[in-house]
């Protein structure tokens, strides 16, 4: 009976998402809660109203507060099951057959109270493992945090360099036009001549929006990596603590390393005047 009913009580604590603890959970107007990035990968590309991903209720907004009871519990369900691990026979220090429950930030590694005190980690910085498992995970939510902003800044540069091509390709059409036009009011004779001027316009022009459409390309491919790497820390942050402890430090380097790329600053209107043949 006992069994059934901590196992019902560690059910609640699962996201039906991701099938794991929640993370960063929050919980939505009808009521359910999910994890934070269950529910940005879930509603990224939808419209208001969003469905809830359970009930299917209609909810008018995207954005919620952390749930801070249900993640205080959630919490210490993942501190039980570390503490769980940590304490069978196979995984005590084989030296002394205490438990480790002291984290070695240097070493990555979980060391027991007499290990950690030896000369060999004397001088290292240690931690208790729940307190460094949860230093970890909030860690480990502001990178999330910090990937996810910078893939909405990277659609709003993408936009952002969709608009200048559309823009440049107009003002390139315009200023053809008006070329062609002060050939036929000014220079009617002169057909050859406006030929090559026109020929110059267009070159110039094109070279300019490769450089344009070069850059959206390296925008979108921007793009994927933030959303690889905002799906492999929340892969992360839904591992056992005993893992997360030990493996964040590679992933969290890499995402720090990841940089936006900036539209072209270009100004359509500057950059034909200067073409030859427009003035």
């Not at 560690?10 to 929050?26: A, G, L, N």
């Not at 996810?148 to 053809?176: T, V």
């Not at 979108?220 to 492999?232: A, F, I, N």
Request: charged letters at 30%; hydrophobic letters at 35%.
């Amino acid at each position: 009976m006992e069994s059934g009913l901590s196992q019902a009580f560690q059910e609640e604590f699962i996201c039906i998402i991701c099938r794991s603890y929640f993370t960063d959970p929050v919980t939505i107007s009808c009521g359910h809660s999910f994890c934070r990035a269950c529910l940005h990968l879930s509603w990224e590309d939808s419209l208001l109203p969003v469905q809830c991903p359970t009930c299917r209720e209609p909810c008018q907004q995207k954005d919620f507060r952390t749930s801070i009871v249900l993640k205080n519990l959630v919490s210490i369900a993942r501190q039980a099951s570390l503490m769980k691990y940590l304490s069978s026979e196979e995984n005590k220090c084989v030296i002394h057959k205490e438990i480790k429950g002291i984290f070695c930030m240097e070493n990555r590694i979980y060391l027991c109270q007499l290990c950690s005190d030896s000369h060999e980690h004397r001088g290292h910085r240690h931690c208790p493992i729940e307190a460094a498992a949860e230093d970890q995970m909030e860690r480990l939510l502001k990178q999330m945090e910090s990937i996810w902003n910078k893939i909405h800044q990277n659609e709003e540069n993408l936009e952002a360099e969709k608009r200048m091509i559309s823009l440049w390709k107009n003002c390139l059409i315009l200023r053809e036009q008006k070329k062609r036009a002060e050939y036929r009011t000014y220079y009617p004779d002169l057909s050859e001549q406006e030929e090559e001027d026109i020929e110059c316009i267009k070159e110039e022009g094109n070279y300019y929006l490769e450089k344009l459409m070069e850059s959206e390309a390296m925008i979108v491919q921007k793009g994927k990596e933030l959303t690889d790497m905002y799906q492999e820390l929340m892969a992360m942050s839904q591992e056992p603590y005993v893992v997360l402890l030990q493996d964040f430090d590679d992933v969290f380097r890499r995402s720090e390393s990841i940089q936006l790329i900036k539209p072209m600053a270009m100004k359509p209107e500057l950059y034909v005047r200067a073409l030859s043949g427009l003035d």
